[in-house]
């Protein structure tokens, strides 16, 4: 059997991931797609716009074979922490033999050349990027030029490599490959009809920020746009999602005025001394996420970065917490949300060529003595911020929701399993 793994988010799903995933069984003659899966909370600091059981149904439903988990705290980190998060657990597997990946460019040879400079660092590089550091500029801004002096290449297209968010995502995702030394052949995929941030609405079913956007405007437009897209939406429409940033906004605000009392604010991962104090200084004029988070940002901490930091602060990700997961080489588990029955056999594969631990259901893995301390306490933090989102859920909408002890996708029908004898 082969097998290709494919990092995702689905916030939420489209018809261009529909494509990532057939494009990528095509390209590399893989029968088994493996997903890498964004749960509750995502890489963008906000919370998923639909929950991880409608996400991962409907991934299954459009030719995905297993959903499997990302840990909260990798999900909604940054780049480089959120793809070694991934590939670490694809490369643990044992059974993955290609990574496809979406980029704006899909140049594989010039994607992987970048990777490697910004992984080993050589001593001319650093000493370009030191020079530039030194007249003021941005990190990026000075990565860019140190990678221009280095590499010969004009530093416009090093600009445009750098500035798109999936080929950021694709270095990350190389990068990472490179330091576990991994067996991983990576493929990468052109993004098709529409940009990560592209809003048009003739392109919103091929992008994620135009439907998201949806819900600002038109709940009967976001509606049709995504019963069109799959119509296994629909079950969970104005249930459980769409869930926006703002829903999030007295949690956090509580948070922050905790944490302050605390003094743990500067603890927080991600969290800068400069943002800090900048929190510190604004809390007076807090009114929710979006407004705060514009408030905060400045020309070097971008708002994306608060975000995340906001984020972290309600989810209590720590410093040191996350320090010691990375130490744990991330986890030694995998959390199955979902998959094909007709693809029943990938646990024996995977406990054949693999010492991770396959979990279907959560009931007492907090406590499993199979699992070492940082699993459990990974396992348990995560029921911690799901539950946050259940408790956000269940108050917009006036539903009452499964808790993390129950799968939703008992409930569907015989083409998703949610358990392993």
């Excluded at 893989?30 to 991880?52: C, L, W």
Aim: hydrophobic fraction near 40%.
């Amino acid at each position: 059997m082969s097998t290709v793994g494919l990092i995702t988010e689905y916030n939420p799903f489209h018809l261009g991931h529909k494509y990532h995933i057939s494009e990528a069984k095509r390209l590399t003659g893989a029968d088994t797609a493996i997903v890498i899966m964004s749960g509750n909370y995502v890489q963008r600091g906000e919370p998923s716009f639909a929950d991880k059981y409608t996400k991962t149904k409907i991934a299954l439903n459009n030719g995905a074979d297993l959903v499997i988990e990302l840990p909260y705290c990798f999900a909604c980190a940054s780049a480089e922490y959120f793809a070694y998060g991934a590939v670490s657990i694809l490369d643990r597997l044992g059974i993955t033999d290609f990574l496809c990946f979406g980029a704006e460019n899909n140049d594989i040879n010039t994607l992987t050349a970048i990777a490697d400079i910004l992984s080993s660092e050589p001593d001319m590089y650093r000493s370009f990027l030191n020079n530039e550091l030194k007249k003021g500029i941005s990190f990026p801004q000075a990565r860019e030029a140190a990678l221009g002096q280095y590499t010969g290449w004009n530093t416009a297209d090093i600009h445009n490599i750098l500035s798109a968010p999936n080929n950021i995502l694709a270095i990350e995702y190389l990068k990472a490959l490179s330091k576990l030394k991994s067996s991983i052949k990576p493929v990468s995929l052109k993004r098709i009809n529409a940009s990560y941030h592209d809003s048009a609405r003739d392109k919103r079913f091929y992008s994620a920020a135009a439907i998201r956007s949806l819900a600002e405007y038109s709940y009967n437009d976001l509606r049709n746009t995504l019963d069109n897209i799959d119509n296994h939406y629909l079950s969970s429409f104005m249930k459980s999602f769409p869930i926006l940033p703002d829903d999030f906004s007295v949690m956090v605000g509580y948070s922050l005025h905790t944490h302050i009392f605390n003094n743990t604010l500067n603890h927080i991962f991600g969290m800068t001394k400069a943002l800090s104090n900048r929190i510190r200084k604004n809390m007076g004029n807090y009114i929710n996420i979006t407004q705060f988070s514009h408030l905060l940002k400045t020309k070097d901490i971008s708002y994306t970065a608060v975000s995340r930091a906001l984020l972290h602060c309600v989810l209590n990700i720590f410093s040191d917490d996350m320090a010691e997961y990375m130490d744990n080489d991330i986890c030694s588990f995998v959390r199955v949300l979902g998959f094909s029955a007709d693809h029943d056999n990938i646990f024996n594969l995977i406990k054949a060529s693999s010492d991770m631990k396959i979990i279907t259901g959560l009931k007492g893995f907090e406590d499993n003595a199979r699992l070492n301390p940082t699993d459990r306490k990974l396992i348990r933090n995560g029921i911690y911020c799901d539950n946050l989102y259940r408790m956000v859920c269940s108050q917009k909408y006036n539903s009452k929701l499964p808790t993390e002890y129950a799968s939703f996708l008992q409930k569907t029908k015989n083409k998703f399993q949610s358990s392993v004898n």
